[in-house]
């Protein structure tokens, strides 16, 4: 799995409030990924621009009973493909861009029609798709979120996978649930830090890193732990 970003996607916190709060990524990738002809492993999925082997989309459908969603959904593909045992590389050159309406692109994109523009014809959609999104990927940040209150249809479908644990996922890069919190300065890790040392751990049948033999446990450089990065 890829995606054409030379910038690392290393930055996400958690947005909403109680039974409605979520984990998206929050802005544009964090500095040049420092690759060199070959692609780079990160944490994280983007869906800016991806492409993988069709198995891909076999294993890892996307969900058809989120409607609303737009922030959150990437963590969710992400979280999900994690757990199903698919790692994510940032390619050595960008091949594609997105216009956003900044600058001298305003005048041109706030024309442009967006989904939630008709929210108000479907009250309520969003929240319940976001209880649905952590519910079914492991990732509420409340033990108070009534299950009842959620769409559960297709739910192992649409769910986690068995090669990873979502608590692989989190412990590894620093995610913290209940106190709603990220490590921050993930982005000083990712990159060829990230890749010397996770990929000496590929599976010999080259399926995936296995993060088994991965004992590392991001925490913030910042707060006194320099040699985290070494």
């Known amino acids: 799995m890829s995606h054409s970003l030379t910038h690392t996607q290393c930055n ?3 947005s909403g409030s109680g039974p409605y709060s979520y984990m998206a990524h929050t802005q544009q990738p964090q500095g040049e990924a420092n690759i060199h002809g070959t692609p780079t492993l990160e944490p994280y999925f983007a869906v800016g621009f991806s492409f993988a082997r069709g198995h891909f989309v076999v294993n890892m459908p996307y969900d ?20 199903h045992g698919y790692d ?13 309406a ?5 005048n041109i994109r706030k ?12 009250r309520g959609a969003s929240a319940r798709s976001f209880m649905r999104l952590a ?26 996978g068995r090669v990873r644990t979502i608590e ?23 990159g060829m830090n990230m890749q010397n040392k996770f990929v000496p751990h590929l599976r010999k049948n080259r399926m995936g890193i296995d993060y088994d033999k991965i004992k590392f446990r ?13």
């Open 168 to 190: 692989t996922f989190l412990d590894t890069f620093g995610i913290h649930l209940k106190e709603r919190r990220v490590e921050k300065h993930l982005c000083g890790f990712v």
């Open 111 to 122: 024309k442009v029609k967006l989904f939630w523009e008709h929210s108000h014809l479907y």
């Open 64 to 83: 058809q009973h989120l409607p609303m969603v737009f922030q959150g959904e990437e963590i969710s593909m992400g979280v999900r493909a994690f757990t």
């Open 218 to 230: 991001f925490k913030d450089p910042n707060l006194g732990r320099p040699e985290l990065f070494g």
């Open 102 to 106: 900044l600058g001298k692109n305003l």
């Open 88 to 100: 994510f590389y940032t390619p050595e050159r960008s091949v594609c861009f997105h216009m956003y």
């Open 135 to 160: 519910g079914i990927t492991g990732m509420n940040t409340t033990d108070t979120v009534d299950p009842k209150l959620w769409n559960h249809q297709d739910e192992e479908l649409y769910g986690n």
């Open 12 to 14: 996400s916190d958690f």
